[in-house]
């Protein structure tokens, strides 16, 4: 990697300088302050996509906006003046038709430090989870796409995608399974032989557990008391809807049970005790699904709501563990991007080591697979690799540094290559 580093060490750009970092603000509502169904209640995306949350933000000079928005956070990242910002709660509630309840306003350094660690995972309401960096990713392209992006903006995305990454990678932050679903999901993997699942109930956690676990290879089976429900979901994951009188037959056919509905009695009773034997059982639900008369039986694994909780638990505290080490990463981005320090060198140093990584193991393998033992054709492959990858790699190394000096058509251009270059790298995965 040293010839490629020599080659690509040469600039040293400050990338945001600092007028404009005091114009970047954003203003927040979370989790931490309202329940996720009255989040709902307060979405933009509406009037984000069709622009009119833009042109009335610009009414008061705002020069950029990036809406990240998820079920657990409405979030706008701003390139504003700081005599207009307090105007965009006003925006916002005229927008959604009610008075914004608690939110936060973050200005300069703080908007860098909180969208970092809402990359890394810090800031949600499942410590370490992987989803949200993919949801920062389609913020920002999106933004790019809506032509909303200033070049500030543009670069603190960059980082804050980067930082998310490298948290992951040195820490173990996101390792463990910490939901409901994905624990219930992982102890199927582990204490069950068979791939046959049912799943009862298509509400928000049925469909997660049926998502996870078609997406683990199980053939899966979805029941609900709605057929159509049950239909629609199977429809977009590839499984199989059934209606609930088909209960007493699916249980029989299947090998794991997840019970996840909202019903008061019991669906799963004593009249089904045959049918599961030597089978594992989860009770998902707050009412007790399963009766609890089939607890005593030796023959039937059963665990309920408590049982994968205690599971998560662990989960948890093994990320908590991690925390310290993943604040310390991003509080050092931090620094690097309030001082002026250029990232640009890290990200072309990065996507060099990230691309020799593939190209030796793509060397390796068609090295086995042409068995070839010949040293000089040996060399001949790797100095072709070499030259491939530094081609590929040479107009992105170009774009960044003219994203560097600010250059707004140079940052759609390289959000077009970054985005063929990961439509690349899926096809050859």
């Not at 970047?24 to 709902?40: C, D, G, M, P, R």
């Not at 609930?244 to 509905?261: C, G, P, R, W």
């Not at 959000?415 to 990961?422: D, F, H, Q, S, T």
């Amino acid at each position: 990697m040293s010839e490629l580093s020599d080659t690509h060490t040469s600039a040293n750009f400050a990338l945001v300088n600092k007028s404009d970092l005091a114009k970047l603000y954003a203003v927040t509502l979370t989790h931490k302050s309202l329940k996720i169904n009255e989040l709902q209640n307060y979405s933009l995306l509406k009037h984000y996509l069709n622009g009119v949350l833009f042109k009335e933000l610009k009414r008061y000079g705002c020069e950029g906006v990036v809406l990240l928005e998820t079920c657990n956070r409405v979030e706008l990242y701003l390139h504003i003046e700081q005599k207009s910002v307090n105007q965009v709660p006003q925006v916002w509630s005229d927008l959604v038709g009610r008075d914004l309840p608690t939110f936060e306003i973050f200005e300069g350094e703080s908007v860098a430090r909180h969208l970092f660690k809402v990359a890394a995972g810090l800031e949600s309401a499942v410590l370490g989870e992987s989803e949200i960096l993919s949801q920062v990713k389609q913020a920002y392209f999106k933004a790019a796409e809506l032509g909303f992006l200033t070049p500030s903006l543009n670069y603190l995305f960059h980082v804050a995608i980067v930082v998310g990454k490298r948290v992951r990678e040195k820490t173990r932050i996101s390792e463990g399974h910490v939901s409901v679903a994905s624990v219930a999901v992982s102890l199927a993997e582990r204490l069950s032989r068979g791939r046959r699942a049912l799943v009862i109930g298509a509400g928000a956690l049925g469909s997660k557990l049926a998502h996870i676990l078609v997406k683990k290879g199980f053939s899966v089976t979805v029941a609900n008391r709605t057929f159509e429900k049950a239909s629609e979901l199977c429809e977009k994951l590839g499984c199989k809807p059934a209606f609930m009188y088909e209960l007493d037959e699916l249980i029989k056919n299947s090998d794991v049970i997840f019970a996840a509905t909202s019903s008061e009695r019991a669906i799963i009773t004593q009249k089904n005790l045959h049918d599961l034997k030597g089978k594992l059982l989860f009770d998902l639900s707050t009412q007790n699904n399963v009766e609890l008369s089939l607890r005593a039986q030796a023959d039937i694994t059963i665990l309920d709501l408590e049982d994968v909780k205690r599971e998560a638990r662990l989960g948890l505290e093994e990320r908590a563990s991690q925390l310290k080490s993943a604040e310390e990463i991003v509080e050092e981005a931090v620094q690097r991007f309030v001082s002026k320090r250029s990232w640009t060198e890290e990200l072309i140093k990065s996507m060099y080591q990230d691309a020799e990584v593939i190209r030796q193991k793509e060397v390796e393998r068609a090295l086995r697979v042409l068995a070839i033992s010949d040293e000089k054709f040996k060399k001949v492959i790797e100095a072709m690799s070499k030259s491939i990858v530094n081609k590929i790699l040479e107009k992105q190394t170009s774009l960044l540094r003219r994203v560097a000096n600010e250059d707004p058509k140079a940052s759609l251009e390289l959000i077009v290559e970054m985005l063929k270059a990961e439509v690349l790298s899926k096809e050859g995965s």
